[in-house]
C-alpha cells in the first residue's frame, strides 16, 4: 500500500499533521480529498489508528479520529449507508484499499475489514 497523502512535521510530541495540498481550481471532482480553496490539514493524535477523511466538498472540520477498528468501521458503515464520498487511512497517512466500495483485506488492514 502506498501513502497517498504527504505528511507535514507536527511541533507537538501527541499528534502527527497530514496535508492534502489544495488542486487546481475547477480539476478533479467534488469526490476528491483535495480542496481547490486551500490546503487541508487532518491532526491526527498519537492515541489513534485510523482516520475517516470526507471529501473537500462536505467542508467544515471534514475527518474523524479512530482510536479502535471497531469504531472507524461503525463510522464507515454510516457514510456509506448516507452515500458518502470519503476515503480511510491509517494514522500513519496509508491508505486503505477498497475494491468494489468494501475493504480489501490486506496485511495492514485485515482488522478493519474483517469487522465491516
Do not use: C
Not at 53 to 73: D, F, M, P, V
Not at 84 to 90: I, P
Amino acid at each position: 500500500m502506498k501513502s497517498l497523502i504527504p505528511r507535514k512535521p507536527n511541533q507537538t510530541k501527541t499528534m502527527t499533521t497530514i496535508t492534502i495540498p489544495q488542486k487546481q481550481p475547477n480539476s478533479g471532482s467534488i469526490h476528491d480529498l483535495a480542496s481547490d480553496m486551500r490546503d487541508r490539514e487532518i491532526h491526527i493524535p498519537d492515541s489513534a489508528s485510523h482516520v475517516v477523511i470526507l471529501s473537500s466538498y462536505y467542508g467544515g472540520k471534514g475527518y474523524t479520529t479512530h482510536t479502535s477498528t471497531e469504531s472507524a468501521a461503525k463510522k464507515v458503515r454510516g457514510l456509506k449507508k448516507d452515500n458518502t464520498s470519503f476515503e480511510v487511512f491509517e494514522a500513519d497517512g496509508t491508505h486503505i484499499e477498497w475494491d468494489g466500495g468494501d475493504f480489501v483485506a490486506g496485511d495492514s488492514n485485515r482488522d478493519l475489514a474483517a469487522s465491516l
